[in-house]
């Protein structure tokens, strides 16, 4: 008899691990599996029959704790900073000049990790984090669940928020073995520390393993394994499919021509989308770009009203707003608590299927549409000289360099380049098609089928 324990700690692992075939596949695997959830239990109304959920109390970080987590991750930002663009980008990004008590902090954090930001220093910190929280009534309430459910596998399926160290902790406190998937592409080489030490660690690629072992070297090879991911597996999924009948209906475009699809970011890192929008815009209006529809995809983790003045200067653009509802209000993130929809998941899939090309900002969308070998277009305008948000600087994050090294796609950093990129790509669709396979080989090591089951006989393999 074995038993799982998944713990669901936002919007997008919902998506991943309970709209995938993830969740379907451990319940055939497991004798028993419970849901351990940082989301109401609502949520997985219609969604979730078999196995049992339990609906965490949500973790607050009290000043001490935050402390000490910061500590760790700037030490590890600050271990690993050499040769490394992303993360001294990073480092600049948690610098503050606030006059509040953690902007303090924060300087001295920075004064205290300049000399002490080792390995063991980072244990030390990550142990002193724990102690500060091991008190606390909700991290005495996690023990409770953890002793009564008494799991031989326990996986989180995120590795950073902050708010699952306590239940981390715990795991560890009562001997239960602990396994966490890496979420996203970007996690290892520019991010920092994760919330706490697992026992096994699955990862998307080879890439990612190796990734893995640089930046943890505590980590030993045996207790990773690739598997893919299960973002990707609705779009080779039956119940999610749509036709192209259906989709140009839905979305009122012209069947008779060629789609562009704009993909947006949120406005913490794509500031210039606007700019890239009315661009394109634009050029369709002055009959540059010639006989296309025009279709927006904006990011779920943020409501789209900067772009509502487009909706009635642009009326020819179509607009593709997620549907994904905030299932709780006032939580310490979020962002994380934005829940999608399965109409959405057929919406975002018939957008890759059918479109034939993507712009973003080097977003991981990117990946999404070369699952459909589709041309992809990013745009960079700004650097650190022209007076637009620098988004120039991420090409020389390690994740992306993979992506401009790979040439699976075309780089734009001014509108001419962007009009001759949009015009070349809708005449030569099959342009770069070698180059964008090898970019996924590279990023996602297996294939999308059968990856919520692969996930499941990892985990039964390690309970």
């Not at 025009?294 to 779920?300: L, N």
């Not at 653009?317 to 962002?335: A, C, D, M, T, V």
């Not at 669709?429 to 499941?456: C, F, P, V």
Request: net charge positive.
């Amino acid at each position: 008899m074995k038993k799982l324990g998944i713990v669901i700690t936002d919007g997008v692992g919902f998506r991943n691990f309970i709209l995938s075939d993830f969740l379907a596949e451990t319940e055939k695997t497991f004798d028993e599996v419970v849901i351990l959830s940082c989301l109401p239990t609502t949520v997985y109304s219609g969604f979730v029959v078999k196995s049992k959920i339990i609906e965490l109390e949500v973790f607050e970080e009290k000043f001490t704790t935050w402390f000490f987590r910061k500590a760790k991750e700037v030490a590890h930002l600050k271990l690993h900073q050499k040769d490394n663009f992303g993360i001294q980008d990073n480092l600049k990004t948690n610098t503050s000049t606030s006059k509040s008590n953690r902007g303090y902090a924060t300087r001295f954090i920075f004064k205290l990790t300049s000399v002490l930001h080792s390995e063991k220093w980072i244990q030390r910190f990550n142990f002193w984090q724990q102690l500060s929280f091991k008190n606390n009534s909700k991290t005495i309430g996690y023990k409770a669940i953890l002793k009564n459910e008494n799991f031989d596998l326990l996986f989180f399926t995120h590795q950073r928020p902050p708010y699952i160290a306590p239940l981390v902790y715990q795991a560890e406190k009562l001997k239960i073995k602990t396994a966490s998937f890496i979420f996203s592409w970007d996690n290892l080489a520019s991010k920092g520390r994760m919330a706490a030490n697992f026992n096994y660690y699955l990862v998307w690629s080879d890439l990612m393993k190796s990734e893995l072992q640089e930046f943890y070297s505590s980590i030993k090879e045996k207790d990773i394994e690739v598997v893919g991911t299960p973002q990707f597996e609705p779009y080779v999924l039956d119940r999610y499919k749509v036709s192209e009948e259906a989709f140009v209906s839905k979305f009122q475009l012209n069947p008779d021509l060629k789609i562009i699809c704009f993909s947006c970011g949120d406005i913490a890192t794509s500031k210039n989308d606007e700019l890239y929008i009315e661009t394109i815009a634009n050029t369709i209006k002055e009959g540059r770009i010639k006989d296309v529809n025009f279709i927006i995809r904006t990011s779920p983790a943020e409501d789209p009203i900067r772009f509502s003045r487009f909706v009635q200067k642009f009326p020819f653009i179509k607009w593709n707003y997620p549907k994904w509802h905030l299932s709780r209000e006032n939580h310490q993130e979020s962002w994380s608590q934005r829940i999608p929809s399965v109409e959405d998941i057929k919406d975002l899939r018939s957008l890759l299927q059918y479109s034939d090309l993507n712009i973003n900002m080097l977003s991981t969308m990117s990946l999404d549409f070369i699952q459909f070998d589709k041309p992809v277009i990013n745009t960079v305008f700004g650097n650190s000289k022209n007076g637009l948000y620098d988004d120039q600087r991420f090409l020389k994050y390690a994740h992306i360099e993979n992506v401009v090294q790979s040439k699976a796609t075309k780089i734009v950093k001014n509108q001419e380049d962007l009009i001759n990129a949009i015009n070349w790509y809708l005449n030569n669709s099959e342009s770069d098609s070698e180059n964008r396979k090898k970019l996924l080989e590279l990023q996602i090591s297996k294939t999308l089928d059968n990856t919520g089951k692969r996930i499941a006989e990892t985990l039964f393999k390690w309970a």
